[in-house]
């Protein structure tokens, strides 16, 4: 199995920022791909960014300029640095990884539990 724990959310003013980490853990075999996802009430989730192993990125169109996502292959971890937050923003923000376990050779989507953002004056 594998775990993602999030970190880093909370309540921040329009116009400032906030960073998002996520830590994997588990039976990891190998990791393909990292993302954050968000989802805001009465809305489906929605990709915010992803980043590969290569490293190769790709950020929603209402992110980009504003969000930046990186890894850190050695310790499975994958951050968001979001600046020039706006209220629109406000969602449960959700780790993703591509992975598969050292039992599998399957790759399969694992999920954070999420953490919350909210911008607010």
């Known amino acids: 199995q594998v775990r993602l724990v999030e970190s880093g959310g909370g309540l921040v003013q329009p116009g400032g920022s906030l960073r998002l980490s996520c830590a994997a853990s588990g039976s990891i075999g190998s990791i393909s791909a990292m993302g954050w996802y968000r989802q805001a009430p009465g809305k489906e989730r929605e990709l915010v960014a992803t980043i590969t192993s290569g490293p190769s990125t790709n950020y929603a169109d209402s992110v980009k300029g504003r969000f930046t996502i990186s890894r850190d292959n050695a310790k499975d971890n994958v951050y968001l640095q979001m600046n020039s937050l706006k209220p629109e923003d406000t969602a449960v923000y959700y780790c993703?990884?591509?992975?598969?376990?050292?039992?599998?050779?399957?790759?399969?989507?694992?999920w954070g539990q999420g953490t919350q953002v909210t911008v607010s004056s």
């Open positions: 993703n990884a591509r992975a598969r376990t050292i039992y599998m050779f399957r790759y399969a989507d694992y």
